[in-house]
């Protein structure tokens, strides 16, 4: 499975998503989570709204010097925490910013595709899908 | 209690000195909850009596809640002050990411006092305060490039709010707005104008941090049931659908939408410039503030050509609401839409509060109607009924100060009446400007004994249209009503949650909420909490010269007829007397 933003364009800011991830992982606020919710350079001109692809052979995992981030089956990452290093490299390797940086921990914060974001979009901008869906 | 969980820290700026330092006030939210509540306690402590309200000593006092970054809906920051518009109490109430980001930078308030010796804005990014130059963008003519170059300039984008005032704030009209996020402002009493004194161009607050809660599991299941009222309420719907805009029609059907300064209460046009003709053939986007399921904010998108060459338009992106709609459009007769969006725009454009400007704009093209004054006084300006191009230019001519006329109107309706005459139709309550709703004496008593003379202090025009509809209240029983709501929404505005999701904030809902943050209260504490802050409100007002006695009523909202028929002053003065009985 794995998290897809159906519609930018539908979305309204609201942040209920990312306040959700915080949520699925015990806390409260926004240190962990792992999706983003920005304007597009002023609220006119509507959001970008930042999610982990699950790459195939994701630039994250191959980056880690230390094997914390280990491709996943199906696409994406895995994290064993106790082996990061918080050097920051998967960070600068996500060319769409969807490696996110928790500061209290000095650790980085990606998406586990559990869906538990999609539930709180009002406005159906996020979805799980089952497989892929590539457009050529 | 367990303190851990709430937002103790507040962050003093000294805006004299470039200095800033932290605060703990456990005692604070633990007494006042938060909001409203703390911000007059912090309000009473730094701002010291009979103080000038463009002296260094004024303080800005911004306060989230407890709730703020946990629930949803908990998403406005209370600004207090002393207001340079009224020279009493402030409270002034903003959304857009302005709550959840002074959270999240790790403050439960933020007091700025003092005056910089330059232009400044201040760029606080967790525990990271910054006192940035702002000689460039000091007399920019537009807000919406100062917002602009503020955003390229800092980090924290998608977690940062941008507080900013226009050139009416650096000019000291004193009902100049603080916008933030382009379309949410703390719009009444003059907050721009008190940043403006204190060379302050804006105000951004940026950060991401982890709240603790004493019950995952129990945080979790609470959170959905609030969500899904939300989510799931009628009344939450209806802020989506159309939004407050769709007040336009009804209020009209009843009779109660002020037009033309209040010389009626129908407008013949209102079905040309309704929230559902707004919605059908401009509303380009609607937006939420952080963490607000809902979204209600309505964005119109206008496409204009600009003329001078073919095939050559620009698009602006136009907020638009009930009280604008009121102010800037039935109460000045304007039918057009593009005209009402082009005057909002230009009142966004240099950061003036959109009800006071369009009450003010008002009364002088009455004043000029009736030759009170002459174009001698607009300067040649024929300020005319559904004229929108020549509002704009008067627009412009406030802001600019330009000479005597447009310097009193700067000042406020009751001002520029004082020095000009026309004090019958000049449409202020304790010096602001009325708001949109001629339902009846709620609407009108409330806003006149409401603490921050306010619609939204205890919501007069419902009690209009739920009750007195059916049968009379004599003053005692209007004061009582308007009261019991006051006092409750200080708990709302101390959580602080949005007046919008009252329906959702239920007292059981209130305390249950609250639980997860390590209170211990029933519905009857949260009563006298209530009571007591609103009782506090007044204190600072009694103590910084507000008088019951002395005030002008102007005899307008007794000459046009309101849906339940008419009231009279002694019951506008006997209901006074009563509030006054009851706050010495």
């Given at each position: 499975m794995?998290?897809?933003?159906?519609d930018?364009?539908?979305c309204i800011?609201?942040?209920?998503?990312?306040?959700a991830?915080s949520?699925?992982?015990?806390?409260?606020?926004?240190?962990r989570s792992?999706?983003?919710?920005?304007?597009i350079g002023?609220?006119e001109r509507?959001?970008?709204?930042i999610?982990?692809?699950?790459?195939?052979?994701?630039?994250?995992?191959?980056?880690c010097p230390?094997?914390?981030?280990?491709p996943?089956?199906g696409?994406?990452?895995k994290?064993?925490i106790t082996?990061?290093?918080g050097?920051?490299?998967?960070?600068?390797?996500?060319?769409i910013?969807?490696?996110?940086?928790?500061?209290?921990?000095?650790?980085?914060m990606?998406?586990?595709?559990?869906?538990?974001?999609?539930?709180?979009?009002?406005?159906?901008?996020?979805?799980?899908?089952?497989t892929?869906?590539?457009?050529? | 209690?367990?303190?851990?969980?709430l937002p103790?820290?507040?962050l003093?700026i000294?805006?004299?000195n470039?200095?800033?330092?932290?605060?703990?006030?456990?005692?604070?939210?633990?007494?006042?909850?938060?909001?409203?509540g703390?911000?007059?306690?912090?309000?009473q402590e730094?701002c010291?009596?009979?103080?000038?309200?463009?002296?260094?000593?004024n303080?800005?006092?911004?306060a989230?809640g407890?709730?703020?970054?946990?629930f949803?809906?908990?998403?406005?920051?209370?600004?207090?002050?002393?207001s340079?518009?009224?020279?009493?109490?402030?409270?002034?109430?903003?959304?857009?990411r302005?709550?959840?980001a002074?959270?999240?930078?790790g403050?439960?308030?933020?007091?700025?006092r003092?005056?910089?010796n330059?232009p400044?804005?201040?760029?606080?990014?967790?525990?990271?305060?910054?006192f940035?130059?702002a000689?460039?963008i000091?007399?920019?003519?537009?807000?919406?490039?100062?917002?602009?170059?503020?955003?390229?300039?800092?980090p924290?984008?998608?977690?940062r709010?941008?507080?900013?005032?226009?050139?009416?704030?650096?000019?000291?009209?004193?009902y100049?707005?603080v916008?933030?996020?382009?379309?949410?402002?703390?719009?009444?009493?003059g907050?721009?104008?008190?940043?403006g004194?204190?060379?302050?161009?804006?105000?951004?607050?940026?950060?991401?941090?982890?709240?603790?809660?004493?019950?995952?599991?129990?945080?979790?299941?609470?959170?959905d049931e609030v969500?899904?009222?939300?989510?799931?309420?009628?009344v939450m719907?209806?802020?989506?659908?159309?939004?407050?805009?769709?007040?336009i029609?009804?209020?009209?059907?009843?009779?109660?939408?002020?037009?033309?300064?209040?010389?009626?209460?129908?407008?013949?046009?209102a079905?040309?410039?309704?929230?559902?003709v707004?919605?059908?053939?401009?509303?380009?986007?609607?937006?939420?503030?952080?963490?607000?399921?809902?979204?209600c904010?309505?964005?119109?998108?206008?496409?204009?050509p600009?003329?001078?060459?073919?095939y050559?338009?620009?698009?602006?992106m136009?907020?638009y609401?009930?009280?604008?709609?009121?102010?800037l459009?039935?109460?000045l007769?304007?039918?057009?839409?593009e005209?009402?969006?082009k005057?909002?725009?230009?009142?966004e454009?240099?950061?003036?509060d959109?009800?006071?400007?369009?009450?003010?704009?008002?009364?002088?093209?009455?004043?000029?109607?009736k030759g009170?004054?002459?174009?001698?006084?607009t300067?040649?300006?024929k300020?005319?009924?559904?004229?929108?191009?020549?509002?704009i230019?008067?627009?412009?001519?406030?802001?600019?100060?330009?000479?005597g006329?447009?310097?009193?109107?700067a000042?406020?309706?009751?001002?520029?009446a004082?020095?000009?005459?026309?004090?019958e139709?000049?449409?202020?309550f304790?010096?602001?400007?009325?708001?949109g709703?001629h339902?009846?004496?709620?609407?009108?008593?409330?806003?006149?004994?409401?603490a921050?003379?306010?619609?939204?202090?205890?919501?007069?025009?419902?009690?209009?249209q739920?009750?007195?509809?059916?049968?009379k209240?004599?003053?005692?029983?209007?004061?009582e009503n308007?009261?019991?709501?006051e006092?409750?929404?200080?708990?709302?505005s101390?959580?602080?949650?949005?007046f919008?999701?009252?329906?959702?904030y239920?007292?059981?809902?209130?305390?249950?909420t609250l639980?997860t943050v390590?209170?211990?209260l029933?519905?009857?504490?949260?009563?006298?909490?209530?009571e007591e802050?609103h009782?506090?409100?007044?204190?600072?007002?009694?103590?910084?010269?507000?008088?019951?006695?002395?005030?002008?009523?102007?005899?307008r909202?007794?000459?046009?007829?309101?849906p339940?028929?008419?009231?009279?002053?002694d019951?506008?003065l006997?209901?006074?007397?009563?509030?006054?009985?009851?706050?010495?």
């Amino acid at each position: 499975m794995r998290l897809a933003v159906v519609d930018t364009e539908r979305c309204i800011g609201c942040q209920s998503c990312m306040f959700a991830c915080s949520r699925r992982q015990q806390e409260g606020g926004l240190a962990r989570s792992c999706l983003g919710v920005k304007s597009i350079g002023g609220m006119e001109r509507g959001f970008m709204v930042i999610v982990c692809r699950a790459c195939d052979n994701p630039p994250c995992a191959k980056t880690c010097p230390t094997s914390a981030l280990t491709p996943r089956e199906g696409g994406g990452v895995k994290v064993d925490i106790t082996k990061c290093i918080g050097c920051g490299r998967c960070k600068d390797a996500c060319i769409i910013g969807a490696v996110f940086w928790n500061d209290e921990i000095n650790k980085p914060m990606i998406c586990i595709h559990c869906g538990y974001c999609v539930k709180f979009c009002p406005h159906g901008v996020l979805k799980l899908e089952k497989t892929r869906e590539v457009k050529h | 209690m367990i303190n851990h969980y709430l937002p103790s820290n507040i962050l003093h700026i000294d805006l004299s000195n470039n200095k800033f330092w932290i605060e703990k006030r456990q005692d604070l939210f633990e007494k006042y909850i938060g909001g409203t509540g703390i911000a007059i306690q912090l309000l009473q402590e730094n701002c010291p009596k009979g103080c000038d309200p463009f002296s260094p000593e004024n303080p800005i006092v911004f306060a989230v809640g407890p709730l703020t970054g946990l629930f949803p809906l908990a998403s406005k920051t209370v600004a207090m002050f002393k207001s340079p518009h009224t020279g009493n109490l402030g409270e002034s109430h903003c959304g857009g990411r302005s709550a959840v980001a002074i959270r999240m930078a790790g403050y439960g308030a933020i007091v700025i006092r003092g005056i910089s010796n330059n232009p400044t804005y201040l760029a606080i990014h967790g525990s990271k305060v910054h006192f940035r130059d702002a000689s460039t963008i000091w007399g920019m003519e537009s807000i919406f490039t100062v917002g602009r170059i503020i955003r390229e300039n800092e980090p924290g984008s998608g977690l940062r709010t941008i507080m900013r005032i226009g050139s009416a704030g650096e000019r000291l009209v004193s009902y100049a707005c603080v916008t933030t996020e382009t379309y949410r402002h703390f719009g009444r009493l003059g907050l721009g104008a008190v940043f403006g004194s204190k060379k302050l161009k804006a105000v951004v607050v940026s950060g991401k941090r982890s709240l603790k809660i004493k019950d995952s599991k129990h945080y979790q299941n609470l959170y959905d049931e609030v969500y899904n009222s939300a989510v799931n309420s009628p009344v939450m719907q209806k802020y989506h659908d159309l939004g407050t805009a769709e007040n336009i029609l009804p209020l009209n059907e009843l009779g109660g939408l002020p037009t033309r300064n209040l010389q009626t209460a129908r407008f013949e046009n209102a079905s040309k410039i309704s929230g559902e003709v707004l919605a059908q053939e401009y509303l380009g986007r609607r937006l939420a503030c952080s963490h607000c399921p809902i979204g209600c904010i309505h964005i119109a998108a206008l496409r204009e050509p600009y003329g001078d060459e073919r095939y050559f338009y620009k698009t602006s992106m136009i907020c638009y609401d009930y009280e604008p709609m009121y102010a800037l459009g039935t109460m000045l007769g304007i039918s057009e839409p593009e005209g009402f969006l082009k005057l909002m725009d230009q009142v966004e454009k240099r950061g003036l509060d959109s009800m006071s400007t369009g009450v003010v704009l008002a009364w002088a093209t009455e004043a000029l109607e009736k030759g009170i004054i002459t174009e001698k006084e607009t300067k040649g300006i024929k300020l005319r009924w559904g004229d929108y191009k020549i509002y704009i230019e008067a627009v412009k001519l406030i802001v600019d100060k330009s000479d005597g006329f447009y310097n009193a109107l700067a000042h406020g309706v009751e001002y520029a009446a004082s020095k000009y005459g026309g004090k019958e139709f000049a449409l202020s309550f304790m010096g602001n400007e009325m708001p949109g709703y001629h339902t009846g004496p709620g609407a009108h008593v409330g806003v006149f004994i409401g603490a921050r003379h306010s619609h939204l202090d205890n919501a007069g025009y419902s009690i209009d249209q739920k009750i007195l509809v059916n049968r009379k209240h004599t003053p005692d029983e209007l004061v009582e009503n308007l009261l019991k709501e006051e006092y409750w929404r200080q708990i709302l505005s101390s959580l602080a949650v949005c007046f919008f999701a009252r329906g959702v904030y239920i007292a059981d809902i209130v305390l249950k909420t609250l639980q997860t943050v390590g209170y211990d209260l029933t519905e009857n504490n949260l009563h006298k909490i209530g009571e007591e802050i609103h009782r506090e409100k007044y204190k600072f007002k009694i103590r910084e010269g507000f008088n019951f006695d002395d005030f002008h009523i102007p005899n307008r909202i007794f000459d046009t007829p309101t849906p339940i028929g008419e009231f009279d002053r002694d019951f506008v003065l006997n209901a006074v007397k009563i509030i006054k009985k009851k706050m010495s």
